[in-house]
């Protein structure tokens, strides 16, 4: 039996598969709890510089498993208190969401985690947190309006409607839409171009980007100024 995520390693990009393609890839615990278990590696391993995440098949992911709600604890896959956002958050790598298909919901909040997303023409966003009445767990209320904008996010997910992957790549929430037999050469393209930069310094320009984004243009710019100023003088800055 095939194992519910995939992982394998080119030099020092890792790429993680959602792969329960018979289910589109749904999210029950199973699957969280082996994804928790590769974000660990990506984590730890010194040698992984990118995280990328894609799908088996012809899904990203239909998002949780509806018929493992009564079962599964979704939110805390492993017991250990580990929240997804904060996980993917902890790794302080890039992740790229190579979207090779429907993302639905919670495969929504997992690709707005992410630093940014490739997606092939076949890419639909979905939030169907509305239609179904479940509060998001994963950031979809936060994350999707600092992508596309507050009202434009209200109307996604107040009404459940589909983004196709021209409308996400109009609205800035995909970089880039690329042909299907071209999205993982693609992207694995971006990844060692990523990994091309200095090591050490990469995670610090990250949080830099992500630190400043949440605060207002005149705090981002002290921010930037603050740690320019430690680097000058000698400092790590932010990491």
């Not at 699957?31 to 799908?55: C, F, P």
């Not at 990203?60 to 996980?87: E, H, I």
């Not at 459940?160 to 995909?174: C, E, K, R, Y």
């Not at 060692?192 to 981002?220: E, M, V």
């Amino acid at each position: 039996m095939e194992k519910p995520v995939l992982f394998r390693k080119e030099d020092s990009v890792a790429i993680l598969t959602l792969n329960r393609p018979e289910k589109r890839n749904a999210l029950n615990q199973d699957l969280l709890t082996h994804l928790y278990g590769h974000l660990d590696v990506v984590k730890s391993d010194d040698s992984i510089r990118v995280a990328v995440i894609t799908g088996a098949g012809s899904s990203f992911s239909a998002g949780l498993d509806l018929n493992c709600l009564a079962t599964d604890n979704m939110m805390d896959p492993r017991g250990d208190g580990v929240y997804l956002t904060d996980f993917m958050k902890s790794c302080n790598k890039p992740f790229i969401g190579a979207i090779n298909g429907p993302a639905i919901t919670g495969a929504f909040e997992i690709a707005l985690n992410c630093d940014f997303l490739i997606a092939a023409p076949s890419a639909v966003f979905r939030d169907t947190h509305a239609l179904l009445g479940i509060y998001p767990g994963w950031g979809m209320s936060q994350l999707l309006s600092r992508a596309v904008g507050i009202r434009m996010a209200r109307q996604i997910s107040l009404t459940g409607m589909d983004i196709t992957a021209q409308q996400a790549l109009n609205l800035g929430l995909v970089n880039e839409i690329v042909e299907p037999d071209q999205l993982m050469p693609r992207v694995m393209e971006i990844a060692r171009d990523i990994c091309k930069t200095k090591a050490d310094f990469l995670p610090g320009y990250r949080k830099l980007i992500n630190d400043g984004h949440n605060l207002s243009a005149g705090q981002a710019l002290d921010l930037e100024k603050k740690v320019f100023t430690r680097f000058l003088n000698g400092s790590a800055a932010l990491i």
